[in-house]
């Protein structure tokens, strides 16, 4: 059984403050579901077992999407659906109840390749196929250490996670926002200034992003995150921040602030 839950963008620079936390409020919502409610009276049982994953399990969620009927894989690899474009969160539950099969959603992507062009680190090795080490999202909340440098300047601005092969889907044009208030933006997370991110210290980065995914990047990636975005700024003003993070006791944090100081010196 599949439930299906409305997401918002995650994306920090551009919209961190919506990224809260979401999964503990679909997980939440799926506890919640009368599961027995879901099958014929022949098929409720006292006996009957179920789990709930909302990415908290070893489940492919848009695999079972598909064939749930929920919506199809896209060429970007995200699940879409016709009324909420990819703006969504993929809750599952797993049960011993026999539950009537749906049908499998048919891909409506066409011709279209607009995710695949617009990805600005060509991490689409074609329709429907992405490597990994190449997505942004992976470069900046899953990556420990250094990231490599052929990839930096792709990055842009972006310090935790990346949503532009969804931002420029047509399916997303229409999509309804969510009026609940666990997504709605957190209060100075919107647009949040690069040098408070790179100069974030612990306690402060704990307190900032109490409950929010941003803690998986830890300080450590998100403060290399910002010194890469501060190269591509083309601010020179980020110089002096800069010059003082090359002598980081990071070495992560250390060499992206030298590539950034030397990107910045050359334009």
């Known amino acids: ?40 009276e022949g098929m409720r049982s006292p006996e009957a077992r179920t789990w709930c994953y909302v990415d908290t399990g070893p489940i492919v969620e848009r695999v079972y999407a ?15 659906n016709q009324k909420l474009g990819s ?18 959603a048919p891909d409506r992507c066409g011709t279209c390749t607009r995710c695949l062009d617009a990805c600005p680190t060509e991490a689409f090795v074609g329709p429907y196929q992405l490597d990994a080490n190449k997505c942004i999202s992976y470069l900046t909340i899953e990556k420990r250490g250094g990231i490599p440098e052929e990839m930096r300047e792709g990055m842009g601005r972006q310090v935790f996670g990346c949503d532009i092969c969804q931002d420029v889907c047509p399916w997303n044009r229409k999509a309804p926002a969510t009026q609940a208030s666990e997504f709605q933006p957190r209060a100075g997370l919107v647009n949040p200034a690069l040098e408070w991110l790179a100069e974030m210290q612990g306690e402060e980065f704990r307190a900032s992003f109490r409950g929010s995914p941003v803690r998986r990047a830890k300080l450590s990636g998100l403060r290399r995150n910002a010194a890469i975005a501060m190269g591509n700024s083309g601010k020179r003003e980020f110089i002096p921040t800069l010059e003082k993070f090359c002598q980081d006791d990071d070495s992560a944090i250390a060499e992206s602030a030298a590539w950034a100081l030397r990107k910045l010196r050359r334009e």
């Not at 620079?13 to 099958?39: F, I, K, P, Q, Y």
């Open 1 to 40: 059984m599949l439930r299906k839950l409305r997401e918002v963008e995650k994306r920090l620079t551009d919209a961190v403050a919506r990224e809260s936390e979401g999964n503990l409020v679909a997980s939440a919502g799926l506890a919640s579901t009368d599961v027995d409610g879901g099958a014929s």
């Open 66 to 80: 598909k064939y749930a009927g929920v919506g199809w894989i896209g060429k970007n690899t995200c699940v879409l």
């Open 87 to 104: 703006w969504l969160f993929l809750g599952v539950v797993l049960t011993s109840l026999e539950l009537v099969a749906d049908l499998p």
